[in-house]
Nanobody, 120 residues
Framework: QLQASGGGLVQAGGSLRLSCAAP????????MGWYRQAPGKQRELVAY???????DYANSVKGRFTITKDNAKSTVYLQMSSLKPEDTAIYYC????????????????WGQGTQVTVSS
């Protein structure tokens, strides 16, 4: 199970850090990422980090969000800064051992989702 946490309510321009723990997994073998889904919209990829440590981001969050991981803690983080109201969504942690996760079809495991609300 993936255990996501760290969501909440923040004013525009503020920051939040999301965490996703994956206990019991050989964490270093997994590609990890964060998706988000806003009301009435499709789930979209926000950021991912490969098992080798390469990262990439959606254009809408580049320069504001940073994804990192701690293999020893089996945890992936999403540091979100300069938050905007349009970042409001449920954020889902995603993992895959056998596929990349740049598409939803490659995701093998999902976290339960954590709500991020950015007020203007």
């Amino acid at each position: 199970q993936l255990q996501a946490s760290g969501g909440g309510l923040v004013q525009a321009g503020g920051s939040l850090r999301l965490s996703c723990a994956a206990p019991g997994r050989t964490f270093s073998s997994y590609n990890m990422g964060w998706y988000r889904q806003a009301p009435g919209k499709q789930r979209e990829l926000v950021a991912y980090i490969t098992r080798g440590g390469s990262t990439d981001y959606a254009n809408s969050v580049k320069g504001r969000f940073t994804i990192t991981k701690d293999n020893a803690k089996s945890t992936v983080y999403l540091q979100m800064s300069s938050l905007k109201p349009e970042d409001t969504a449920i954020y889902y942690c995603a993992a895959s051992r056998n596929y990349n996760i740049i598409s939803i079809g490659g995701v093998e495991s999902w976290g339960q989702g954590t709500q991020v609300t950015v007020s203007s």
